[in-house]
C-alpha cells in the first residue's frame, strides 16, 4: 500500500464498494484515523462491504491496530432486510474480503466476524477511534454505544453512523450521550455524529445536551423523507431538500 495516499486517492479507491457513507462522512473517518499513531486501536462496528474500513485503513498510520466487527449474517442490512440470511452473509463476507484486498488494506485490518455484543474479549485494552455503524434497531444501537463505548480512551473519539436519521439509533443516542457526563458532542457530517470522550461538569452536560437537541428538527426532516420514499412519494421529498430517491444519511 502506497504511503500517506491523499483523500482523493481513498475516494477513488471506495467509489465502487457498495456502502452507504457520503464524500464528508468518510473525510471525517479519514481525518480522525490520520490523527492516531502507532500502537492506538480502532474498532468498526459493522462494515459490509468495507467501504469505511478501507478509508479507515487507509488514513491508518503504521501501527495502528485496525478491527472490524461485522458478523457477515445477511441480517441488518436495511428495513426490508433485517432477518438473517446465511447466503446474503457468506456474499457479504467474500466482497469485503475482496474490496478490501483490492484497496491493498486487508493485510492491515483484523477482520472478527461475530455479532458485536459477542466480540468484546476480541479487542484488548482501550480503543482510541470507535465507530459504530452496527444493527440500527434501539436495543442493539444502545448496546454498542454503551459497552463498547466504555472501552474509549479518555480523548478518544466515537463516530456514529445513521445518528438523527435513523430512529433506533436516534432513541439510543437519546437514552445515553444527551444527558452523559462522559461524551462531548462535537458536531455531525450529515447522519455521522462525532463525540469525543470527556469530563463534563453539570453546566456542560446541560450545554451539551442542547446542541444535540437542536438536531432534532434534522431527524423528523429525514423521518418525513423516509415515509414519503416508502410510500412512493419521492418527488415531494424534494420539497425537503433531498436530492436523491435514496434514504438520507
Same mark, same amino acid.
Given at each position: 500500500?502506497?504511503?500517506?495516499?491523499? =483523500?482523493?486517492?481513498?475516494?477513488?479507491?471506495?467509489? /465502487?464498494? /457498495?456502502?452507504?457513507?457520503? &464524500?464528508?462522512?468518510?473525510?471525517? @473517518? =479519514?481525518?480522525?484515523?490520520?490523527?492516531?499513531?502507532?500502537?492506538?486501536?480502532?474498532?468498526?462496528?459493522?462494515?459490509?462491504?468495507?467501504?469505511?474500513?478501507?478509508?479507515? *485503513?487507509?488514513?491508518?498510520?503504521?501501527?495502528? &491496530?485496525?478491527?472490524?466487527? +461485522?458478523?457477515?449474517?445477511?441480517?441488518?442490512?436495511?428495513? $426490508?432486510?433485517?432477518?438473517?440470511?446465511?447466503?446474503?452473509?457468506?456474499?457479504?463476507?467474500?466482497? =469485503?474480503?475482496?474490496?478490501?484486498? /483490492?484497496? /491493498?488494506? *486487508?493485510?492491515?485490518?483484523?477482520?472478527?466476524? !461475530?455479532?458485536?455484543?459477542? *466480540? @468484546? +474479549?476480541?479487542? +484488548?485494552?482501550?480503543?482510541?477511534?470507535?465507530?459504530? &455503524?452496527?444493527?440500527?434497531?434501539? *436495543?442493539?444501537?444502545?448496546?454498542?454505544?454503551?459497552?463498547?463505548?466504555?472501552?474509549?480512551?479518555?480523548?478518544?473519539?466515537?463516530?456514529?453512523? +445513521?445518528?438523527?436519521?435513523?430512529?433506533?439509533?436516534?432513541?439510543?443516542? @437519546?437514552?445515553?450521550?444527551?444527558?452523559?457526563?462522559? %461524551?462531548?458532542?462535537?458536531?455531525?457530517? $450529515?447522519?455521522?455524529?462525532?463525540?469525543?470522550?470527556?469530563?463534563?461538569?453539570?453546566?456542560?452536560?446541560?450545554?451539551?445536551?442542547?446542541?444535540?437537541?437542536?438536531?432534532?428538527? %434534522?431527524?423528523?426532516?429525514?423521518?418525513?423523507? !423516509?415515509?414519503?420514499?416508502?410510500? !412512493?412519494?419521492?418527488?415531494?421529498?424534494?420539497?425537503?431538500?433531498? !436530492?436523491? &430517491?435514496? %434514504?438520507?444519511?
Amino acid at each position: 500500500m502506497p504511503d500517506s495516499p491523499s =483523500f482523493v486517492d481513498v475516494l477513488a479507491r471506495v467509489a /465502487e464498494v /457498495e456502502g452507504w457513507m457520503t &464524500d464528508d462522512q468518510a473525510r471525517r @473517518l =479519514f481525518d480522525r484515523c490520520s490523527r492516531l499513531g502507532a500502537g492506538t486501536t480502532v474498532v468498526e462496528i459493522g462494515s459490509f462491504h468495507g467501504r469505511s474500513m478501507i478509508v479507515l *485503513a487507509s488514513a491508518a498510520a503504521e501501527g495502528v &491496530d485496525l478491527v472490524a466487527i +461485522d458478523p457477515h449474517g445477511g441480517g441488518d442490512r436495511g428495513p $426490508q432486510e433485517i432477518t438473517a440470511d446465511q447466503s446474503r452473509g457468506d456474499r457479504d463476507h467474500v466482497a =469485503f474480503n475482496t474490496n478490501l484486498a /483490492e484497496a /491493498e488494506v *486487508a493485510d492491515r485490518v483484523r477482520h472478527v466476524r !461475530k455479532m458485536s455484543g459477542t *466480540a @468484546l +474479549d476480541d479487542v +484488548d485494552g482501550e480503543i482510541d477511534l470507535l465507530y459504530v &455503524d452496527g444493527a440500527h434497531r434501539f *436495543a442493539p444501537a444502545r448496546a454498542d454505544i454503551v459497552q463498547w463505548g466504555a472501552r474509549v480512551s479518555g480523548g478518544g473519539t466515537m463516530l456514529i453512523h +445513521d445518528s438523527f436519521s435513523s430512529i433506533g439509533v436516534t432513541l439510543a443516542l @437519546l437514552s445515553t450521550t444527551f444527558g452523559s457526563a462522559r %461524551w462531548r458532542y462535537v458536531g455531525r457530517s $450529515q447522519s455521522m455524529a462525532e463525540f469525543e470522550r470527556v469530563n463534563l461538569t453539570s453546566g456542560q452536560r446541560g450545554s451539551n445536551a442542547i446542541r444535540q437537541a437542536l438536531q432534532l428538527p %434534522w431527524f423528523v426532516r429525514n423521518v418525513v423523507i !423516509k415515509v414519503l420514499l416508502t410510500v !412512493k412519494l419521492a418527488p415531494l421529498t424534494r420539497l425537503l431538500g433531498h !436530492k436523491t &430517491d435514496d %434514504w438520507p444519511y
